[in-house]
């Protein structure tokens, strides 16, 4: 079956009526994932009012618990908050990043993994080398450093949602909104000040999804058109030092929802969405399917190797994938909540439901003596 059949709601559906752009970490010596996504009480389909945490054990995900980390009246004076991101800061602390859609800065706070106590909000921070001294991470002093080397000022500011730690230091990429021609690569030793790497120029929608695989990083861009299109398009790219980087071979048909690099089982792993019969649901049919696979090198030439393909009439949007000790774990929104609410233009977004299901088990956990 290609359909999403074992699956959970995360969201806590007895209050909220969107539920989307889910990110997730997961603590390796518990077991317990902490998710944040946007979400709301009032409204439909997408959300500007909330930022939701979920805490839940991977093998038992019935059982969750809810927190709001940023609430917009609270923290932001009645403005809308967006593009919510989570890392793991340490064994006790997680920290949750948002940004003010009217200022478009960018805050965090620190969540106590076993208590769940919130912290002060905080604003991020920027530094343009080593030796400067930091400052406000916004799209002002942003678009003023882009514009200073040449680049392609931002429209907007979204700190991309899978940010990677590699050897002590925490890597993400920093995009500027729809069809911007360049994005930021850059790194951080503390999760609150970002310093810059590099200036990547290549066309992306909103979103530059990381990974590190092989001594190199991999970066796959939102790049698909807003209607579904059977266009190809060469959105994956690697680097060895995050400074210079090469547009690999690989093509795919995408669509235009956010796609997701990430590690399985020592492989670099890929999933995106591609178009699908107008008629398949009400949800857009651009967003109704998740293609998952290995990305494979064969004689310096990239390739996609599918391993499971699903689908659903509710939605499958704003995913997001881990590796558990062999088991490939999803956390996707959909429309599954509230099938008849949410019109957006026709189609219904599809942001009513967090769902998280357990998709593919390479190999069994217990091992049995023969």
């Known amino acids: 079956m290609n359909n999403i059949e074992n699956h959970f709601m995360i969201n806590n559906g007895l209050k909220e009526m969107a539920a989307n752009a889910v990110e997730l970490v997961v603590d390796e010596r518990t077991g317990i994932a902490y998710a944040v996504y946007?979400?709301?009480?009032?409204?439909?389909?997408?959300?500007?009012?909330?930022?939701?945490?979920?805490?839940?054990?991977?093998?038992?995900?019935?059982?969750?618990?809810?927190?709001?980390?940023?609430?917009?009246?609270l923290d932001f004076d009645g403005d809308s908050?967006?593009?919510?991101?989570?890392?793991?800061?340490?064994?006790?602390?997680?920290?949750?990043?948002?940004?003010?859609?009217?200022?478009?800065?960018?805050?965090?706070?620190?969540?106590n993994k076993k208590t769940l106590a919130i912290s002060k909000m905080k604003e991020l921070k920027f530094k343009i080398s080593a030796s400067a001294q930091p400052i406000t991470l916004n799209k002002e002093n942003i678009n003023n450093y882009i514009f200073s080397i040449g680049g392609e000022p931002f429209s907007h500011l979204q700190i991309t949602t899978n940010i990677i730690?590699?050897?002590?230091?925490?890597?993400?990429?920093?995009?500027?909104?729809?069809?911007?021609s360049n994005f930021l690569f850059m790194k951080s030793a503390d999760g609150e000040t970002w310093s810059f790497v590099s200036l990547v120029k290549h066309i992306v929608n909103y979103e530059a999804m990381l990974a590190y695989y092989n001594n190199k990083f991999w970066v796959i861009c939102r790049n698909g058109e807003e209607i579904p299109t059977t266009k190809k398009q060469q959105n994956l790219l690697y680097s060895d030092d995050g400074v210079s980087?090469?547009?690999?071979?690989?093509?795919?048909?995408?669509?235009?929802?956010?796609?997701?690099?990430?590690?399985?089982?020592?492989n670099l792993y890929l999933a995106y969405s591609s178009p699908m019969p107008n008629d398949f649901s009400t949800i857009r049919p651009w967003r109704c399917n998740v293609h998952i696979g290995r990305i494979v090198s064969k004689n310096g030439v990239e390739?996609?190797?599918?391993?499971?393909?699903?689908?659903?009439?509710?939605?499958?949007?704003?995913?997001?994938?881990?590796?558990?000790?062999?088991?490939?774990?999803?956390?996707?929104?959909?429309?599954?909540?509230?099938?008849?609410?949410?019109?957006?233009?026709?189609?219904?977004?599809?942001?009513?439901?967090?769902?998280?299901?357990?998709?593919?088990?390479q190999a069994p956990i217990l091992m049995f003596k023969k």
Not at 45 to 73: C, D, H, K, M, Y
């Open 38 to 73: 946007l979400s709301s009480e009032s409204a439909f389909g997408e959300s500007s009012e909330l930022v939701t945490l979920a805490r839940f054990n991977i093998l038992q995900p019935t059982n969750v618990e809810w927190t709001t980390v940023f609430n917009r009246e």
């Open 81 to 111: 908050l967006s593009e919510c991101n989570i890392i793991e800061l340490n064994s006790e602390i997680v920290r949750v990043y948002a940004v003010n859609l009217k200022t478009l800065t960018y805050y965090y706070k620190d969540i």
């Open 165 to 180: 730690k590699v050897d002590g230091f925490y890597y993400t990429t920093v995009c500027g909104g729809n069809k911007i």
């Open 245 to 266: 980087w090469t547009e690999s071979n690989l093509s795919l048909e995408t669509s235009d929802t956010r796609p997701y690099l990430f590690n399985y089982q020592d």
């Open 303 to 361: 390739d996609f190797e599918e391993i499971v393909y699903k689908e659903s009439k509710f939605g499958i949007v704003y995913y997001a994938l881990k590796d558990w000790y062999g088991k490939m774990i999803m956390l996707y929104s959909s429309g599954e909540l509230h099938p008849a609410e949410g019109l957006m233009g026709g189609w219904s977004q599809g942001k009513d439901c967090l769902n998280y299901a357990v998709l593919y088990e």
